[in-house]
Every structure is written in C-alpha cells, then in structure tokens.
C-alpha cells in the first residue's frame, strides 16, 4: 500500500492533464495518469507516477484502472477529471456518432469515474477531492463544436450535483473552465494569424495561457486551501467571460 497519497488525472500524457500532474506531483501526491496514448507510461515516469494506457470512455477499462490502483497503490484521493475531445464540424450535417463520442469522453465518462472514485473515497474513509474539466464553452458557444459545448455545460451541473451528493462525505467535487489554452487541442488556433487575432480581441490578458496556469488552479482546488469550496467551477479565461463589448 502507499506511503504516498495518490491523485488519478485522466488524459495525462500530455497537456493540460499532464500539467495538473505536475502540480499534484510537487505537493506530494504519487500521481497515476490514464490515457489512451502510450507515451502515457513517459509521461507518468517523468514525475514518478504511474501510467496507465485506457481508453476512459470504455467504463470496463475505467474500472479495471481504479481496481489496479486500489490493489497496488492504495486508494485514490483526489481525481481529476481531465480527459477531452472537441470533433468539430459543421452542424448541419454534424454526425451523432460524433455527438455519442464527445458526450461519452466529456460527460458520460466524468460521471464513472466520480462514482466510482467517491465509493472508493469513502470506503477508505478519505475526505477526498474531485476536479472536473470543463471550459468556457460551458457558458458561451461555438457552433462548430455543439457537442462539445453540450458535454462542458453538463459537466458544469454535474459539478453541483456531485459536491451535492458527496458533501455528506466529506468528499468535495469542483471544476477548472479554462479559456485559450497552449495545448495540442489549441495548435491549429495558435498556426493560424487570423484565428488568433479573434482569440486575443476577446482575451483582455492578451495571451494564451499555459496549461500550468490551470494545472495551479486544479492543485489548490486539491488542497486543503479550498477546504470551503464545493460545486464551483473556477474560469481561468484571462477575462474572456467578463467581456462584454471589445473596440
Ligand atoms: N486547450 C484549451 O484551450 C482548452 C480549453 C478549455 C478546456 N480544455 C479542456 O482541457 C482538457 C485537456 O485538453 P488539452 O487542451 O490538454 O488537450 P490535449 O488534446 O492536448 O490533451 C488531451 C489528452 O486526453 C487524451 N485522451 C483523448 N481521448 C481520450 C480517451 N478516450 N481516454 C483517455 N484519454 C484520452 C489525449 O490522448 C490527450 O493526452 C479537455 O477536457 C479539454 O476540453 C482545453
């Protein structure tokens, strides 16, 4: 069993998820990351965790990783929710296999793995931490993105409804809605001038953030410094969501 509180980031081999690590990571917890991509087991060496190939939309495959972790790690403390696809598109002719996938990896997958990491949580009498993933396209649209504007705005509710159900328990259950962040999910804004000149007039920082920036944010919603905080989703937009009209 540990000697070393662990932390689980779904879609940790790179990104923001690979970043929330890193910042678990430096405040002590021995950090497991599930992805479906094999530099995953890197990525994890790299901050002397562990790496667990899985696609988190398969619940059977979810499962199977928490079980492992629980055997041969110890029980989980704090999850973090991060894992994400966009699959863009027009929206007429937009797919529901699209749809399916999006809401399957964004919302649906959320909801097993909170489950199933609070019954954990609390047959281990942990007082534990969930984070969700979410984004700004929580709250504001792009249309070619319905699916994965639906999924973040789930995610934004099922935020609530999970610190509602976990209160009781000690267990607290927040969410991180990034803005433009620097990841590969970002990479065709960031080659492209125009696209983004029409990020930056709407990001009164000026800039794109650092997947850091958010990692830091996950971390403090981890600790016992948000010890008060339950069923928020924190916006780490550089003021996007506060603009109103830009000149
Ligand atoms: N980058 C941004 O600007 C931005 C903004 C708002 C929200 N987000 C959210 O942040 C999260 C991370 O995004 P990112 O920008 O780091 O993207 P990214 O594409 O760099 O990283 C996503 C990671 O998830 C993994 N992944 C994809 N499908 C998976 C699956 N089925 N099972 C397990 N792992 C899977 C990928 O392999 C990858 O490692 C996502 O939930 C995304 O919606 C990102």
New binding site residues.
Partial sequence: MADQTIALV?????????ACAEALAEDGYKVML????D??HAAAKGIGGRGFV?????AGALMAVFDTIEAEEGPVAALVN?????RPGDFLSYSLEDFDAVIG??LR?VFAATQRAANGMIKAGIKGAIVN?????AVVAIPAIPA?CAS?GGVQQLTKASALALAPHGIRVNAV??????????AGVNASPEALARVMSRTPIGR??T?RE?GDVVAFLCSSKSSYVTGETIYVDGGRLGLNYTV
Wanted: hydrophobic residues 40%; glycine residues 16%.
């Fill in positions: 779904t879609g940790g081999a790179q990104g923001i998820g690979l599930a992805d479906v991509k530099s995953v899985c696609d988190v939309a398969d991060n894992a994400g696809i966009a990896l964004n997958s993933m979410s984004s700004i396209n994965y973040k809605g990034p803005g433009s962040i620097d990841t590969e999910m970002m794109v953030g997947a958010i």
